[in-house]
């Protein structure tokens, strides 16, 4: 495993401390962030997908275990590999190695990949020549992301709450915003309309669709709560437990008419949790053409 066969660009920590403070990290000298590609077309498949950073193996397993071997081939002894899970903002971080430049879809936009990589770096105590190329941002200021965004999460700069897969992920009471989710995990709608995005490249085997990054509600029913964590464990997603995963195939379903309310009455009396019952009460509501 060499350096060179892999997309990468080293920050001297100076550089970061410029923007960004860290506490009790004085042994670091130098950031060697990566990019990973990942898929950029979705298979035609029946149910509801992922969003396509989470269609293979799970990407915190997948670069965490390749940025240790890196460290190991590079004989680093003090060092940490990270990627998403990290103290330090990441984009930021790629941004100052070269990598790419923040595009207005909040992401960073490779030349090579366009946005959809994921970042991880590994730092370390050694001094290593820092990449002093700052690209010219590639973003075209076609404002399609801002305008397709279905929650218009993207307008005057991005607004985390109205995004839909920061939604995905919690248990908020903006119901109506729910009301536009088309993915069961995450969102890929300013991604997928980027012309920036239209790349064709290789990227890890490990990333390829497999189809437990597609769900049916009666197959998802059967797999149960209880069986969850060990099913879908080298999924980037099992961190969302069942019953969000649930909560957003019941939205899906009713975001596609396939929900009768006879349906949602027995879903709805499945668990206790009040964020649910309210939220299978917001589904009833739009069943029914009332409000809530
Ligand atoms: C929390 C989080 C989320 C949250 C909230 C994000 C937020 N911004 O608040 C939610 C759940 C919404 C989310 C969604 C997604 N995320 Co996310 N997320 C993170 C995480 C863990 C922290 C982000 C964060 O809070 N950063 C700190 C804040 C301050 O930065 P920010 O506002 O996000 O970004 C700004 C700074 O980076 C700054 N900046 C960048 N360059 C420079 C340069 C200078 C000089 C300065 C001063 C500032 C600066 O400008 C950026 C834009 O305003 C990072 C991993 C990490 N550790 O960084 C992944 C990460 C950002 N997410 C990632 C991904 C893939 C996604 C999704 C695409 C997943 C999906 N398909 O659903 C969406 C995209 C949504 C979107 N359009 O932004 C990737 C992004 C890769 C890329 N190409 O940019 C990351 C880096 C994870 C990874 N390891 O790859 N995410």
Redesign the pocket.
Known sequence: MRLEDFDYGVVDIRDYLR?RTLRNKDWIKSIIVFVFPYANDAPKAEGYLT?K?AYGRDYHIVIKNKLEEIAETLGFEKYEAM??I?Y?????CA??AGLGR?GK????LTPKYG?R????EIVTSVVFPKTESELPNPCIDCFLCVKNCPTDA?RNG?N?KK?L??LS?KTSADYELYDKMELAV???V??DVCPLNRKEYDYPEEFRFDPKSRFVLQDFLEIGEKNFREHYQDKAFAFLGYRKILRNLLVLEANKGKLRPGELEKYAGLYEDAWFKKHMGHLKGRLAGGKD
């Open positions: 923007h969003a950073y990627t998403d990290s330090l903002d990441e984009k930021l941004v100052l923040i879809n909040n992401l960073l946005s990589v994921l970042i991880g993207l991005f985390k995004c897969s920061y992920q995450g969102c890929d300013c991604q």
